[in-house]
């Protein structure tokens, strides 16, 4: 027994070390589409432009907002790639969970997208106040009509096709779509109206109007 207590103080060091490589860290095999589409994001109502990918064997695309190291996109080019991903200690409550990274490029190969990014963009129903935030410059304030309860919230995007009118509460149909810029090189998200659902003159703020169930909008943004 006096004999096995060296041996196993030698091998402490070895077996901690083998724990802590022991990380959950692995390679997996992505395909990432020649175009872009859109995912949301946490905070606010706001969507990002996202690869698409096929992972692994699966025959499914996905949209993925994860940044990929040593990743180029380039546009009309279908790519497969070699990724590793590793688990981040502690991420913080709003970042990624794990890091990405290109180990090798396996193929390159010019390609129309083999499937349609508006798949990836939801369309959904929203409900525009009748006056605008009081910011720089002037955004909507809306209600996310998905939730139940929804409460008035600044929307700083333009939308596209929509035509505000003071002192109207509007509910329309808005749909996010990635749109490639060639001055930039780069997708930026728009939103279109794809459809005015109703409009009423009313005052979306409260107070005197008896139809606006004592709604009030939260302080101004500066």
């Given amino acids: 027994m006096k004999a096995f207590r060296p041996l196993l103080l030698l091998l402490l060091p070895l077996l901690a070390g083998a724990c802590e490589k022991d990380d959950s860290s692995h390679t997996e095999i992505w395909t990432v589409a020649p175009e872009k589409g859109v995912t949301g994001i946490h905070t606010g109502f706001g969507h990002v432009p996202a690869y698409l ?5 699966s025959a499914t695309w996905e949209a993925s907002a994860e940044t990929i190291a040593g990743f180029r996109f380039e546009r009309g080019y279908e790519k497969v790639v070699r990724v590793r991903l590793e688990p981040i200690a502690n991420p913080p409550a ?38 605008l935030a009081d910011a720089d410059p002037a955004v909507y304030w809306i209600q996310d009509l998905r939730y139940d309860s929804p409460e008035w919230l600044p929307f700083p995007w333009k939308i596209e096709g929509f035509d505000f009118k003071p002192g109207y509460e509007t509910r329309l149909r808005i749909r996010p779509t990635a749109r490639y810029d060639e001055s930039t090189d780069d997708y930026t998200v728009h939103y279109d109206m794809t459809r005015l659902c109703a409009e009423e003159q009313r005052n979306s703020e409260g107070g005197s109007d008896p139809l606006s169930n004592g709604r009030r909008f939260p302080a101004p943004r500066p």
Avoid: N, W
Avoid at 53 to 57: A, N, R, V
Avoid at 95 to 112: D, F, I, N
């Fill in 53 to 57: 990918l096929k992972k692994g064997s």
């Fill in 94 to 131: 709003d970042g990624p969970g794990r890091r990405c990274t290109m180990v090798q490029e396996l193929s390159r190969t010019p390609a129309a997208c083999a499937v349609d990014p508006l798949t990836f963009s939801p369309e959904y129903e929203i409900l525009v106040a009748s006056v």
